[in-house]
């Protein structure tokens, strides 16, 4: 079962589809994730109070529904599978935050242009596809990322850190600074500043 962790909806429970397809982050990596950003010297409470969150590859959506429960004022989503597009909005519907999500169905590597950019950032894609890379870089030239975002990207265990080489840093539209790495069973998130 996957639950809000704190904040506004703690408790609630959230939909995810079943099979492999989606993996939603289990709630206590959610904790660890979310008390990093919350206590780490570049992050703390204004880093989510207020803010508009992003939650690309959403899945469930628990990393924004999480954010927005802990004060983040706007969540948008992008997801493409259709399983996990309807948990998604059950899961915005039973949390009755209509009005505080915009869900985007389309690939986030094209997306469309944006009206209001985000200051905090999750990607959770297929795993050992290089997507980060050119998830952010479609996001930035669409400008759904604020100037120094805060990116929370979830990759395999196994696999290089996004940005790992020069080539990679380049294509995207400013040079990341990389802050954090945690590593959680088979996932590590990393985090930058954008």
């Known amino acids: 079962m996957v639950r809000i962790i704190a904040g506004s909806r703690k408790g609630r429970l959230l939909t995810a589809p079943t099979g492999q397809t989606t993996r939603p982050t289990a709630d206590r990596v959610r904790q660890a994730l979310f008390d990093m950003l919350l206590h780490a010297p570049w992050g703390g409470p204004t880093l989510i ?17 999480e954010a927005l429960s802990r004060g983040a004022s706007h969540a948008t989503f992008f997801e493409t599978s259709h399983p996990a597009l309807a948990a998604l909005r059950a899961n915005i519907q039973a949390c009755k935050w209509e009005d505080s999500c915009t ?38 030239s669409k400008g759904w990322i ?13 696999e290089a850190l996004p940005f790992s080489t020069q ?7 400013s ?11 088979a996932a590590r ?3 930058w500043r954008l």
């Open 175 to 185: 040079t990341p600074i990389f802050l954090a790495e945690r590593q959680h069973g």
């Open 49 to 65: 109070s207020g803010a508009h969150v992003l939650d690309a590859f959403a899945g469930t959506g628990a990393l924004g529904l």
């Open 189 to 191: 998130f990393s985090i």
């Open 167 to 173: 080539e990679e840093a380049l294509e995207t539209a």
């Open 146 to 158: 604020a100037p120094d975002a805060i990116a929370v990207i979830e990759t395999g265990r196994e």
């Open 103 to 140: 869900v985007i169905a389309r690939d986030v590597i094209s997306p469309p242009a944006c009206t209001a950019s985000a200051r905090l950032v999750f990607l959770d894609p297929p795993y050992h596809q290089k997507l980060p890379e050119r998830a952010l870089k479609a996001l930035q």
